[in-house]
């Protein structure tokens, strides 16, 4: 008589996820400005540059919201309660950046009228696009890069850039919360994704998450040309 084999759990999408998106996540950590901020090295030019970028892509995420909960296929009703959720987790996140560039000496009314760069530009144009025209669910992938990527590295940033810098706590407002936050919504974000069944929802969110890395990357990488 044979025996039984012993179960072996799947593993999760969301598990999965972090393995396929391996290279890309690697992409983006390499950039310059990041080694550099975690190493003590990062300019107060840099910073502002980079609370500047951070604006314009931040200043997105509740329209963001707003057109995935009015696009959810009728098979996903079930999410608008977490789009919903994220809504109110996420209102004047684009205030605190601005107030943050204030404090650390900038200009916030400057950095409003600003254009963004060309690689958050097409950050933000690809969100939409995924949004508009592609299968809405694909956002999750944003959302899976950006606040794993914050968990994973404001904290820890923000520390080194205020010990490099010396500015008040006050300048890192968008980042210290931010960290805080999206460890707590990472836990959320996996819940969700882990109920994506459909193999076209699961190929959305992977390509989507790729992409972002990829232009996430290069929106770090572009910070410099405006740094001063």
Known sequence: MSKARPHTAQPSFYDELQVITMNDRDF?????????????K????QYLAFLGQAWHHVRHTMPLLMALGSRLPERHAGLLGNVLHYLEEETGHDDWILNDIEAAGGDRHA???SAPNV???AMVAYAWDTI???????????VF????SSAALALRGADAIQNALVLPDRAFSYLRSHGT???EHVQDLATILNGLSEPDDRAAVVRCAKAIYWLY????????????
């Not at 508009?132 to 944003?142: E, K, T, V």
């Not at 990357?217 to 001063?228: E, T, Y």
């Open 28 to 40: 983006l950590l390499s950039a310059p400005i990041i080694n550099a901020a975690f190493a003590g």
């Open 42 to 45: 990062i300019s107060h030019a």
């Open 111 to 113: 950095a409003a009228r």
């Open 119 to 121: 690689e958050t530009e």
């Open 132 to 142: 508009m025209r592609g299968n809405p669910i694909g956002f999750f992938g944003m």
């Open 145 to 148: 890069v950006l606040e794993g």
């Open 181 to 183: 936050l999206d460890q």
């Open 217 to 228: 990357g290069h929106m770090f990488r572009g910070i410099d040309r405006n740094a001063g």
